[in-house]
């Protein structure tokens, strides 16, 4: 049998912290991802974690962008302004880095897993959120939280220890 290969949790807070660096740099020149994922992060040799996969990426003037209705989205990724409204801004962004926390520290689950995109607009829409991973301290899994508001605060990581800053 082989052994299940467990990732350190500095490495994963590492992971974070190199998608989080990534998305701002993606910002700090207006654009928004509007599919950041697990499935669309890169891991080079070195371990370093690269944010790819810009199909759906847009530059913005006024840190906003609405798709056309119809459009197809990333469902189990957006919060309720995308869901309902089909608005998208930097902090459509933060909540999907949110879903990637959880991502990288539930090992790599599907978010909302055994739910229909259907009920998982419902879900966001109540209120519902992502439940704490097991490889998550409670302390992280507040900043996943955090991601995840209505209104969210702005943050950044400022080291690869998971300590955070508001701005």
């Given at each position: 049998n082989l052994h299940r290969f467990s990732?350190?949790?500095?490495?994963?807070?590492?992971?974070?912290?190199?998608?989080?660096?990534?998305?701002?740099?993606?910002?700090?020149?207006?654009?928004?991802?509007?599919?950041?994922?697990?499935?669309?992060?890169l891991i080079n040799e070195n371990n370093v974690v690269k944010v790819s996969d810009f199909g759906m990426t847009r530059y913005v003037l006024d840190n906003q962008y609405t798709s056309s209705s119809g459009a197809k989205f990333p469902v189990k990724?957006?919060?309720?302004?995308?869901?309902?409204?089909?608005?998208?801004?930097?902090?459509s962004d933060v909540w999907s880095f949110g879903v990637v926390m959880w991502e990288i520290f539930s090992e790599g689950r599907t978010p909302f897993e055994s739910r229909s995109n259907l009920e998982v607009v419902n879900d966001i829409t109540r209120g519902i959120r992502l439940y704490r991973p097991h490889r998550a301290s409670q302390p992280l899994y507040a900043i996943m939280y955090r991601c995840w508001h209505e209104v969210p605060t702005r943050f950044v990581l400022t080291e690869k220890n998971g300590s955070e800053n508001k701005n």
């Open positions: 990732l350190k949790e500095a490495w994963l807070l590492s992971m974070c912290q190199d998608v989080c660096e990534g998305m701002e740099y993606l910002e700090s020149h207006s654009f928004i991802h509007r599919d950041l994922a697990a499935r669309n992060c990724w957006s919060p309720p302004e995308v869901l309902h409204y089909s608005k998208y801004s930097s902090k």
